[in-house]
């Protein structure tokens, strides 16, 4: 069946510090790839998606670009603030029309200043 | 702001108890989920409702019941559960069921769950 792996946490980085979240899927067809962020104690909120291949999501000054030639959807940015420390998941929506989205066990990010 | 809220934040319950979980989204949303988060484990799909009807149960025990009145509300009936229950309970709704495009789902806050 389809699933997420994502790199194991935490990631701990310096503020300015460059960010790299690994995530690749296993899918039948064409799914369509997200990145949500958890803060401390909220719901996940979207923070980027790419519905084909080659697209890059972007918001906030993350980046993600689905490659289907390596089944990844790997997250990035340039410069990360403390304000990033969060718990990141990556996740995908496959075949079918029921909803369901597959989530990776989430990598926890933190910042220091 | 996410405009889905959920009630209570935190519950404490014992394994007799019989107690239920809300989620009001105020997005005239038609489609609407509960997801269970346990520590260290991905986000497990429970319950999908599309229209008020369920269209996804993930072989969920049935100690667990949801329930949807309409496409504003929906609710997780809880009784004699089992402490490895306690988790956070998310719920999330978005425009539609998912197809092709990749709709976005919208999460509320979640319920933090403790059963002694």
Redesign the interface.
């Given at each position: 069946g389809d699933s997420?792996t994502q790199m194991e946490g935490p990631v701990t980085l310096s503020e300015e510090a460059f960010l790299t979240i690994n995530c690749t899927y296993t899918a039948t067809g064409?799914p369509?790839l997200?990145w949500?962020v958890q803060y401390p104690?909220?719901?996940?909120?979207?923070l980027l998606?790419a519905?084909k291949a080659d697209d890059k999501g972007s918001n906030k000054g993350f980046e993600a670009t689905y490659r289907k030639e390596t089944t990844s959807f790997h997250l990035e940015k340039g410069s990360v603030q403390v304000s990033d420390s969060a718990v990141y998941?990556c996740a995908l929506?496959g075949s079918g029309?029921?909803?369901?989205?597959?989530?990776?066990?989430?990598t926890t990010l933190q910042v220091k200043p | 702001e996410?405009g889905?809220t959920?009630t209570p934040r935190h519950l404490v319950m014992g394994m007799t108890n019989k107690k239920s979980l809300k989620c009001e989204q105020h997005l005239g949303h038609n489609?609407m989920?509960w997801y269970k988060q346990s520590a260290?484990?991905?986000?497990e799909?429970m319950f999908?409702y599309?229209l008020e009807e369920r269209?996804?149960n993930n072989s969920v025990p049935s100690r667990f019941s949801p329930e949807c009145p309409n496409s504003s509300h929906l609710f997780l009936h809880l009784h004699t559960l089992q402490p490895e229950d306690s988790a956070l309970y998310?719920c999330?709704s978005?425009r539609d069921?998912?197809?092709?495009?990749?709709?976005?789902?919208?999460?509320?806050?979640?319920t933090r769950l403790l059963v002694l």
């Amino acid at each position: 069946g389809d699933s997420v792996t994502q790199m194991e946490g935490p990631v701990t980085l310096s503020e300015e510090a460059f960010l790299t979240i690994n995530c690749t899927y296993t899918a039948t067809g064409y799914p369509s790839l997200f990145w949500y962020v958890q803060y401390p104690g909220e719901g996940l909120q979207l923070l980027l998606k790419a519905t084909k291949a080659d697209d890059k999501g972007s918001n906030k000054g993350f980046e993600a670009t689905y490659r289907k030639e390596t089944t990844s959807f790997h997250l990035e940015k340039g410069s990360v603030q403390v304000s990033d420390s969060a718990v990141y998941f990556c996740a995908l929506h496959g075949s079918g029309n029921t909803g369901k989205l597959i989530f990776g066990q989430g990598t926890t990010l933190q910042v220091k200043p | 702001e996410t405009g889905v809220t959920q009630t209570p934040r935190h519950l404490v319950m014992g394994m007799t108890n019989k107690k239920s979980l809300k989620c009001e989204q105020h997005l005239g949303h038609n489609a609407m989920y509960w997801y269970k988060q346990s520590a260290k484990k991905p986000l497990e799909l429970m319950f999908v409702y599309s229209l008020e009807e369920r269209v996804e149960n993930n072989s969920v025990p049935s100690r667990f019941s949801p329930e949807c009145p309409n496409s504003s509300h929906l609710f997780l009936h809880l009784h004699t559960l089992q402490p490895e229950d306690s988790a956070l309970y998310l719920c999330a709704s978005s425009r539609d069921i998912q197809g092709a495009g990749g709709e976005t789902q919208y999460f509320g806050p979640g319920t933090r769950l403790l059963v002694l």
